[in-house]
T-cell receptor, first 115, second 112 residues
Framework: DGGITQSPKYLFRKEGQNVTLSCEQN?????MYWYRQDPGQGLRLIYYSQIVNDFQKGDIAEGYSVSREKKESFPLTVTSAQKNPTAFYLC??????????????FGDGTRLSIL | KQEVTQIPAALSVPEGENLVLNCSFT??????LQWFRQDPGKGLTSLLLIQSSQREQTSGRLNASLDKSSGRSTLYIAASQPGDSATYLCAVTRSNDYKLSFGAGTTVTVRA
């Protein structure tokens, strides 16, 4: 059954700590994305990657880092530099075609809270 | 900068009533518009995708229209059911960088 798996479902961060959110997909998609969702706001793009070993900053990349060593995996690290990390984090993937007209598929998200 | 607005933020209707959800965007230079459904604590499920050259898309009880020149889209859900209770988000694919800009969503409650 193809899809996107995000883990853990819930995560707690202490002050000064880096935490890593996992995102794995078996849809054979080239592109992967990380979004942040805050109450009452739309999703905002943190980072995206269209090919292995390459990624680009989105609209709110400060305090976050990513890697893309495998096509299936796109982990997101929330660093201690991110001062307001409490949010719902969503990972997505899509095929890459000219014009970007392919729909994105989403995982079930990770909720990150500060201890 | 593309701004996407969804009004109202919340909506409550009795079962069987038709739902009308609105989405507006400020920049008409888009490649497509998508409507998503989000259940509490879950990810997004794509409902309909309308290409910029299309006027509407239909899937079952769902129909979405797009008026690119006026920057508006409407999602119609016919004969609503309690199972339709969820948050509905619209997103446009920006033509300059192919990324999505999302609205904040409309939370729908269908009362049995």
């Amino acid at each position: 059954d193809g899809g996107i798996t995000q883990s853990p479902k819930y995560l707690f961060r202490k002050e000064g700590q880096n935490v890593t959110l996992s995102c794995e997909q078996n849809l054979n998609h080239d592109a992967m994305y990380w979004y942040r969702q805050d109450p009452g706001q739309g999703l905002r793009l943190i980072y995206y990657s269209q090919i292995v070993n390459d990624f680009q900053k989105g609209d709110i990349a400060e305090g976050y880092s990513v890697s893309r060593e495998k096509k299936e995996s796109f982990p997101l690290t929330v660093t201690s530099a991110q001062k307001n990390p409490t949010a719902f984090y969503l990972c997505a993937s899509s095929t890459v075609q000219t014009g970007g007209n392919q729909p994105q598929h989403f995982g079930d998200g990770t909720r990150l809270s500060i201890l | 900068k593309q701004e996407v607005t969804q009004i109202p933020a919340a909506l409550s209707v009795p079962e069987g009533e038709n739902l009308v959800l609105n989405c507006s965007f400020t920049d008409s230079a888009i490649y497509n518009l998508q409507w998503f459904r989000q259940d509490p604590g879950k990810g997004l499920t794509s409902l309909l995708l309308i290409q910029s050259s299309q006027r509407e898309q239909t899937s079952g009880r769902l129909n979405a229209s797009l008026d690119k020149s006026s920057g508006r889209s409407t999602l119609y859900i016919a004969a609503s059911q309690p199972g339709d209770s969820a948050t509905y988000l619209c997103a446009v694919t920006r033509s300059n960088d192919y990324k999505l800009s999302f609205g904040a969503g409309t939370t729908v409650t269908v009362r049995a």
